[in-house]
């Protein structure tokens, strides 16, 4: 697993992340035989996102984890990871999120 800046991204995929992602929701692309994972969170938060992937016998599975950071240095909203696909098995995504912040959500009827 490799974490890249969206800069560093294929322009591909760099696109594709500008078009449709969403805050807290998990985006993932495939490209050349790399998968891309994307994860955004709210600017400005004190936390910090970390992925884990794990590759089982019939699936990936990746991890997404938003924490406290520790300091002012691991605050990030939103992080870019890609792995190479070895095998063609299917993707699952688990997004836990560790923080007490509550989230207002605006709802016009």
Do not use: C
């Not at 936390?47 to 990746?62: C, F, G, R, S």
């Not at 997404?64 to 870019?80: C, G, M, P, R």
């Amino acid at each position: 697993m490799e974490a890249l800046e969206l800069t560093q991204a294929p322009p591909e995929v760099e696109k594709l992340i500008e078009g449709q992602a969403r805050k807290f929701e998990v985006l993932a692309a495939e490209h050349e035989g790399w998968i891309y994972i994307y994860y955004e969170i709210d600017e400005g938060d004190y936390t910090t996102i970390d992925t884990k992937i794990l590759n089982t016998y019939k699936q990936y599975v990746v991890q997404i984890t938003v924490n406290h950071a520790a300091n002012d240095q691991w605050i990030n909203s939103y992080k870019l990871v890609r792995f190479e696909r070895s095998e063609n098995k299917s993707l699952v995504t688990e997004v836990t999120d560790r923080t007490p912040i509550v989230r207002q959500v605006h709802i016009s009827n």
